[in-house]
């Protein structure tokens, strides 16, 4: 087995460079290691100047999302190992401004997110509980699957819509407004609904499922998109059928 492999690494800073290029970089092979082990290897070893985004080392906080030879990956979950004998090129993720190298600006999904109300919504005027909230574990399970997502915007990266059409509401934002749709303790859904059935909400899918395969904890934001378009399609029905919710 190598004891060496080759990383190739786009480098650009958009105040400097007419456009991006590729420094290769060759760093140990150690057993267990991964991308970003390597990506902090030429950090602490090889240069300094080397840029890229990386917290918790552990799959959890969504932010050393890259494209590792061709594909959408976690790079604190990715083993140098599986790409022998190399090279390995690691970009930084599509369809978003580079700020430097491998970090890129998520502005947008941040204004994607904050538009869909990720939060639960009570209605005012509700009554106040008089005790917390109990769910069972069916309701849990209702919306499980969609509060795992850690907002990496690997699916944003891997969607071609989002790529041709910015205004596209998203993958992760409509799987996390489905997520609070389906929370027991939630009011909010047609305040959602309002931003999720506009033309840039979910009619813009074309249901490529690219966003699904790329997740890194198994959500199906494809699935969340389609599941938006019946219940927009009910309500449309409900309000052609009784005007101002039959009141």
Same mark, same amino acid.
């Given at each position: ?9 786009? +480098? ?7 456009? $991006? ?5 060759? *760093?140990?092979?150690?057993?267990? =290691? ?19 985004? =990386? ?11 890259? *494209? @590792? ?20 090129? @690691?970009?930084?993720? !599509?369809?978003?401004?580079?700020? +430097?190298?491998? @970090? ?14 990720? =939060?639960?919504? !009570? ?7 008089? +005790? ?46 489905? !997520? ?35 997740? $890194?904890?198994? @959500? ?15 309500? =449309? ?5 009784? $005007?101002?919710?039959?009141?």
């Amino acid at each position: 087995m190598a004891d060496k492999i080759t990383l190739e690494v786009a +480098r650009y800073s958009p105040e400097q460079d007419g456009e $991006p290029r590729f420094d290769r970089y060759e *760093v140990p092979l150690i057993e267990n =290691w991964m991308v970003l082990d390597a990506l902090n290897y030429i950090k602490d070893q090889l240069d300094g100047t080397v840029t890229f985004r =990386w917290s918790c080392r552990m799959g959890i906080c969504g932010s050393c999302g890259m *494209v @590792v030879n061709g594909h959408e990956r976690l790079t604190c979950e990715t083993l140098l190992a599986d790409y022998l004998p190399g090279p390995i090129r @690691v970009e930084p993720l !599509r369809h978003f401004p580079v700020m +430097r190298d491998l @970090v890129v600006d998520l502005s947008d999904f941040m204004e994607k997110l904050e538009r869909v109300k990720p =939060w639960i919504i !009570r209605q005012p005027g509700a009554p106040e509980p008089s +005790r917390e909230f109990i769910q069972t574990p069916e309701q849990l399970a209702e919306y499980k699957q969609y509060s795992l997502c850690i907002n990496c915007v690997l699916c944003y990266s891997a969607c071609p819509v989002y790529g041709l059409d910015p205004h596209f509401i998203g993958p992760a934002a409509s799987a996390l407004s489905l !997520r609070y749709n389906l929370d027991s303790r939630d009011q909010g859904a047609e305040q959602r609904l309002d931003v999720m059935a506009q033309h840039d909400g979910v009619w813009d899918c074309t249901v490529i499922g690219e966003c699904s395969v790329v997740c $890194p904890k198994h @959500v199906d934001p494809s699935l969340a998109i389609q599941e938006y378009k019946i219940s927009a399609t009910k309500a =449309w029905f409900k309000n052609l059928l009784m $005007p101002g919710g039959g009141k």
